[in-house]
């Protein structure tokens, strides 16, 4: 529990930062308001460094800090890939999944919509994740693209990123995976996408408003432009449409709130210095002992597999609960914070859930109290 007395469980909708990352990101606007704003991220250039390096270690091996651009946010950094990636000018197909992240969805549509694209489903079990077996007959080599989150973030699963990777190479069709709801609560290493995108405020406990593009080596000179600007292109010497910058500096956004790129840079040194495979066994254990104490607890029913590796608890309601309504009244009541998802926010899902995301913070204790308050409110 904090100091406020709020249980947290909402790590999958934005985790407690640590004190060290508050104070990192308080000094840092103290600095620029003391030393300029340029100067003090000149200053800082050592720390955003090595988040970078952090990162890219956590993304490996075939990754480089050089390969990583900050961004606002994992759904900004998607629409910017997304908007540079080399599809065919009519007809490109690309591979999906139904538990897409709603606004990736949305910009896959709009991008289908502009140049003809085809978004065909991965085949995938009822929990939604990837079927291997089917996959190996699904012809991905007629594919341009495959895009999928390796958690997502509506449904307790984890999907083979590995395997689908190593199929991917094989079949010769690049990869972008989404590792905003997966970095920092399973293994991300060794998928070898050509691409990644995440966000800052989920397991890795970073501030909001600060997320990351990050491109294996030799991706990034195949790409376009999707919002020039100085930070990320130059005007053509013979007048012609602008040139990207080289680089991953191509996907850069240029202004940003540089506090939370440190905050960022803070909470993923930190995380790399801890134990990682022992803080995510630990919020495997949590979402394990969440799964059996809140299945049942006042009739709401877990969703997914009680062995499931995913952080992520989600939690179908008892005839006439309402998830908005029942978050609101945890909170209020038992000081307890979860998250309500709306049935529109992903294509897999057939009604609202409330949502309950364990970090190493927390203790199994809080889930009892979670399924306590359950079992009080629906009678
Ligand atoms: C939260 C989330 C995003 C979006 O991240 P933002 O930083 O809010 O843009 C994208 N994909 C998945 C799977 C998520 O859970």
């Not at 270690?57 to 994992?74: K, M, Q, R, V």
């Not at 190479?169 to 060794?190: C, N, Y």
Request: proline share 7%; with cysteine.
């Amino acid at each position: 529990m904090g100091e406020a007395g709020i249980i947290h469980l909402d790590a999958a909708g934005a985790a407690r930062p640590s004190p060290a990352t508050v104070e990192a990101q308080a000094a840092f606007l103290r600095a620029e308001g003391e030393h300029g704003a340029y100067v003090a991220e000149l200053e800082a250039a050592d720390t955003l460094r090595a988040g970078l390096e952090a990162l890219a270690a956590l993304l490996g091996p075939d990754l480089d800090p050089d390969g990583i651009a900050w961004h606002h946010g994992a759904s900004a950094a998607f629409a910017t890939l997304l908007g540079a990636w080399p599809l065919p000018a009519r007809g490109g197909r690309v591979g999906v999944v139904p538990s897409e992240y709603g606004s990736n969805r949305l910009v896959l549509e709009a991008c289908a919509a502009r140049a003809g694209l085809d978004l065909l489903d991965l085949p995938v079990d009822p929990a939604g994740t990837v079927d291997l077996d089917r996959l190996d007959g699904f012809g991905l080599d007629r594919l341009d693209l495959v895009v999928f989150p390796q958690v997502p973030s509506q449904r307790g699963i984890v999907q083979p990123a590995a395997e689908i990777g190593r199929r991917c190479a094989a079949a010769g069709v690049p990869l972008v995976v989404d590792v905003a709801q997966s970095l920092g609560q399973v293994d991300t290493t060794g998928i070898g996408a050509d691409a990644y995108v995440g966000t800052s405020r989920k397991w890795l406990r970073g501030p909001r408003g600060a997320g990351f593009v990050a491109l294996r080596a030799g991706v990034a000179d195949r790409l376009g432009l999707a919002a020039p600007s100085l930070h990320n292109a130059r005007r053509a010497a013979d007048g012609g449409a602008p040139e990207p910058l080289p680089g991953v500096a191509r996907l850069g956004v240029g202004e940003a709130s540089v506090a939370a790129r440190v905050g960022l840079a803070r909470a993923l040194v930190a995380y790399a210095a801890d134990d990682p495979p022992a803080l995510r066994a630990r919020i495997a254990a949590l979402a394990a002992h969440g799964r059996r104490v809140l299945d049942g607890a006042g009739g709401w029913q877990v969703r997914e597999e009680a062995d499931s590796a995913s952080g992520i608890i989600t939690l179908r309601p008892p005839p006439g609960a309402d998830p908005a309504a029942t978050r609101d009244r945890l909170y209020r009541d038992a000081r307890i914070l979860t998250s309500a998802i709306p049935a529109a926010r992903a294509r897999d899902l057939d009604g609202p859930l409330l949502r309950a995301s364990a970090h190493a913070y927390n203790d199994p204790t809080d889930l009892d109290r979670l399924a306590a308050a359950l079992a009080a409110t629906s009678t």
